[in-house]
Each structure stands twice: as C-alpha cells, then as structure tokens.
C-alpha cells in the first residue's frame, strides 16, 4: 500500500453534500437547456413554410376546406392505392386522374371565391377551394 491509501478523508458534512447536489442540479438543468435551445434550432432550420395541400385519404379530402391565396399552388397527395381526382364544379380546375400514392398539383383560380370540387371517379368525395 502507498501512503496515499491511507489518507485521512474530509468528513461530509450536510453543507458540502448540499452543495454538491446544488451543483449537480444545476449542471443538469444548464445540459437540458442547452439540448433544448439545439433541438428547437435544429427544428426552426428544417421547418418548410405552409404549403397549400389537399390529402386524399380515407375516400376524402383533407382538409375538406381549404383557404388558399388567388393563383396559388396547390399539391394534391394521393395516400390510398387509389386512383381519384379532384375536380372543380365550376370547370375551374382539374387534377385528372391522380394515381395511387401519387402527387400532383393545379393553380388556384386568380378570382377570390368558393370553388367546391368533387372526385370524378368517386362524386360523394367532396370539398371547397376558398380562394381569399
């Protein structure tokens, strides 16, 4: 054995272990916040602005309404194994046929107005374009 094993220890007392837990705790708060502050960086960096789209799922559309500006883009994502289309009423728009698993998109009508749309090959599918 070296000397160096037989050191005396310092006793703990209540106010050194209290100060160790004060530092551990604070030590763990400042590591959870900084994961925090990266996570939500990390978030805000990848977030892609809204983007105008009507999912078909379900044999519906989704959002049933949606509110798009005048002459807009607006994508149409197939999620079913499906053909459909999305078709305006009014003759305003039209998808065509949108196949299974597929995206597409159409331009909005440049006049504001409600524009209801049906599928074609499905006609109780229903929804409105609400061009603001």
């Known amino acids: 054995m070296t000397s160096a094993d037989h050191r005396p220890r310092r006793p703990r007392t209540p106010g050194r272990l ?3 837990a004060v530092g551990v705790a604070l030590l763990a ?7 925090a502050v990266a996570s ?4 805000s960096a990848h977030k892609k602005p809204a983007a105008a789209t009507i999912v078909i799922k379900t044999f ?6 949606l509110k798009v500006k005048p002459g807009e883009k607006v994508t149409v994502e197939n999620k079913t194994p499906v053909t459909h289309t999305l078709t305006s009423t009014q003759h305003k728009f039209n998808t065509g046929d949108v196949g299974g698993g597929t ?3 159409f331009t909005a009508p ?4 409600r524009y209801p749309y049906i ?3 499905h006609q109780y599918m229903t929804g409105v374009l609400v061009v603001t």
């Open 110 to 113: 440049t006049k504001p107005g």
């Open 119 to 121: 599928c074609e090959i």
């Open 18 to 20: 209290a100060a160790l």
């Open 29 to 35: 708060t400042t590591v959870a916040a900084a994961g």
């Open 40 to 43: 939500a960086s990390a978030r």
């Open 103 to 105: 995206t597409t998109s």
């Open 60 to 65: 519906s559309f989704s959002p049933a309404t």
